[in-house]
């Protein structure tokens, strides 16, 4: 009888620890809207599900902003975030440590201390926008980086740092590199923008 029960009570366990279970990793996500940073400027860390699509949707708990997803024949596909919805050549997308996947968010599977970015992206003929990142070189000076799809990195040369959305700082530099140094800013965060490209993480 001890062993009868002892084979109903294992049995579904071995079944259990065979079946793959969905992993929750935790990742860094931002999500950058077309006329302001919608979650996570300094990017936190959250606990963001399964894929890029799970991130956006425990981002929009914490953040309690609106996300739409429309299902088409490609899969579940975020048609507004915030205040916008997608039209025509402008929408949503989205990418994971600096590049853009060539498929729906749902089939990127995540894994800790990945970095998720939702933007707003406006294609024309050159394509989508570049997103900014920002990086400190020294202790008051900041690099800007403009990066493609591919996670390319190239100068953001003329981006302009913003101290705590108040002072602006031009970075210097024509052809190597776009570099900005600020005066003390103590509880600001800094962060850079340039025309035509998505607006970067900030940092202290
Ligand atoms: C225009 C376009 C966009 C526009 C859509 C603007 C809008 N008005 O909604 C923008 C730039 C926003 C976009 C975004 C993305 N896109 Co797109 N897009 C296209 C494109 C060039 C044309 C689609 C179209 O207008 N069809 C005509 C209309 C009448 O048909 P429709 O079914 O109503 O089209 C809608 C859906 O296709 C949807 N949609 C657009 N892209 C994607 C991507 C996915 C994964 C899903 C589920 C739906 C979807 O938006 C269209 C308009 O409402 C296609 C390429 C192609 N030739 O199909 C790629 C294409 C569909 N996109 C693709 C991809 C990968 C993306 C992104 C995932 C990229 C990214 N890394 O962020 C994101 C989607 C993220 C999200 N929001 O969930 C891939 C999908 C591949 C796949 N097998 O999953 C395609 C096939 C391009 C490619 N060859 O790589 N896209």
């Keep these: 009888m001890f062993r009868r029960f002892c084979l109903f009570v294992a049995a579904p366990a ?12 935790r990742v860094h996500v931002r999500v950058e809207g077309k006329t ?7 990017q936190p860390v959250i606990e963001g599900g399964a894929n890029a699509l799970t991130a956006l949707d425990a981002a929009s708990v914490l953040g309690e902003f609106f996300v739409h997803r429309a299902a088409t024949s490609f899969g579940p596909y975020v048609d507004q975030l915030g205040r916008y ?15 853009s996947p060539p498929v729906g968010a749902d089939q990127v599977t995540l894994h800790d201390g990945d970095t998720v970015l939702w933007y707003w992206a406006q294609f024309g003929v050159a394509g989508g926008p570049k997103t900014l990142v920002l990086s400190r070189v020294g202790r008051r000076c900041y690099r800007v980086q403009a990066q493609d799809d591919n996670g390319r990195l190239t100068p953001a040369l003329g981006a302009v740092l913003h101290v705590g959305g108040g002072r602006t700082v031009r ?5 190597q590199a776009a570099v900005g140094c600020v005066r003390r800013h103590p509880g600001l965060l800094v962060r850079a923008t340039l025309a035509g490209a998505v607006r970067s993480n900030a940092l202290p």
């Design 14 to 25: 071995v079944v259990l620890a065979l079946v793959p279970v969905a992993s929750a990793a």
């Design 85 to 99: 919805p997608a039209l025509g050549q402008t929408g949503w997308v989205f990418k994971v440590n600096g590049v």
């Design 171 to 175: 970075t210097q530099g024509a052809t």
């Design 36 to 42: 302001r940073t919608i979650f996570g400027a300094s």
